[in-house]
């Protein structure tokens, strides 16, 4: 019919009416693909770090745990060690009083039995001499007594009359005095002679006993000390260790702190937007699809 209107018209009717429509649904299937590209990153992204950050947190916690108690076996460590080592201190200078004690007393006992052995002596030596010369003396007496009673002198008129015979009849009592006195010095030399060794005896194992438990007790306090000064160091290092681990494990909580509102879900979880968006995604393509019955769309190719 070579008619300008009827051309105009049929290209009008040829032309696809839903053009912007299609062109809208294709941007909106790809910006929802780009926010599923977008998200499953940030996905990623937040694992990684929050994963990073729950095990940094984690470490460190046990960390701080594990120093906790080691700091507290230590503190239990050093009472224990300065509780011994005041007991020991105590207990030396016990030992150690009573050592010096048991020397003076010792010093003073022997001074006190040498003095009574040497009076002892003395006296023995006196009284044996004294006895010896009045052995002699009535000796000399009893045969002077004799003589006198005897035929000679009576034919011997220069004889000497009359002359000391000392008293024969008292001397056995004199001289059995004598030799009680005598046995008394040697029972008292004997006597304490023993007592000395005895005394020696006990006061030198005494002496050794309190000087080697005195040595052991010293050599413990020794070996405390070094172990309490062991002690404390390893305790600073652990309180300082503690303080670096808790600083450690605030910057973890903090960081953690930081990722939540990005990477914690609040409301629908990533698995269920994500379900979500397909099923948006579907249903425009599906739209699309039925907009272009003519399969032109490569969605509905």
């Known amino acids: 019919m070579n008619s300008l209107a009827l051309q105009s018209l049929s290209v009008k009717v040829t032309g696809d009416p839903f053009k912007k429509v299609k062109e809208l649904i294709q941007k909106l299937i790809e910006r929802l693909v780009t926010e599923a590209t977008e998200e499953a990153t940030k996905k990623g992204f937040c694992d990684t770090e929050m994963g990073k950050a729950t095990s940094e947190r984690d470490f460190r916690w046990n960390s701080v745990l594990k120093l906790s108690a080691e700091i507290q076996a230590g503190e239990v460590r050093k009472e224990t060690l300065s509780l011994e080592i005041d007991e020991l201190t105590h207990a030396i200078h016990g030992l150690e009083d009573d050592l010096s004690t048991a020397t003076e007393d010792r010093v003073d006992q022997k001074a006190e039995n040498v003095n009574t052995m040497k009076e002892a002596k003395e006296g023995l030596t006196a009284v044996n001499q004294a006895l010896l010369v009045l052995k002699v003396f009535y000796k000399k007496g009893a045969k002077a007594a004799l003589l006198q009673a005897s035929p000679i002198a009576e034919d011997n008129p220069g004889a000497q009359k009359g002359a000391y015979k000392g008293n024969q009849g008292a001397s056995k009592a004199i001289l059995g005095l004598l030799e009680v006195i005598v046995s008394d010095f040697k029972r008292t030399f004997s006597t304490t002679e023993g007592e000395e060794k005895k005394a020696a005896a006990a006061f030198v194992e005494f002496e050794r006993t309190s000087k080697s438990d005195i040595a052991g007790k010293t050599t413990k306090v020794e070996l405390d000390e070094g172990d309490l000064h062991k002690t404390n160091s390893k305790l600073k290092k652990d309180s300082d260790d503690m303080h670096s681990e808790m600083e450690m494990t605030d910057a973890a909580l903090a960081e953690l702190e930081e990722l939540k509102p990005m990477c914690i879900d609040t409301g ?9 968006r397909e099923e948006e995604i579907d249903a425009l393509k599906k739209a699309l ?6 399969g032109v769309e490569a969605e509905c190719m």
């Open 289 to 294: 699809c039925m907009l272009d019955p003519e």
């Open 268 to 276: 629908m979880s990533y698995e269920e937007r994500v379900e979500k």
